[in-house]
């Protein structure tokens, strides 16, 4: 049998993925709990970017207990973002960093 999971999405997500892709990225929507909101591509770059809405008050802008364990697992990169600036400033910072095979 096959889980699906209801992810719940911040407001702003649309338009972050909308800026994301105008400005050469890839973007996939990932979905499982905990897991964070995002995958992009980006100049051979994968980035895991979790979007948070900036203009919800502080307490609604913090990581669920799920996400903070999530985070705290993981072994990679992983980023928090609220405005599609942010997201755009994050995924080009990861870009910078690859280094080519």
């Known amino acids: 049998m096959v889980r699906r999971f209801a992810a719940k ?26 897991v964070p909101d995002l995958l992009v591509g980006f100049r051979g770059a994968n980035v895991l970017v979790e979007i948070k809405d900036g203009e919800k008050i502080q307490s609604r802008r913090h990581l669920t207990p799920e996400q903070e364990r999530w985070h705290l697992a993981w072994r990679g990169q992983v980023a928090v973002a609220e405005t599609p600036e942010e997201a755009m400033a994050i995924v080009a910072a990861c870009a910078s960093k690859v280094v080519p095979f």
Do not use: F, M
């Open 9 to 34: 999405r911040d407001d702003n997500e649309e338009r972050v993925v909308s800026w994301l892709r105008a400005h050469g990225c890839s973007v996939q929507r990932l979905s499982a709990p905990g």
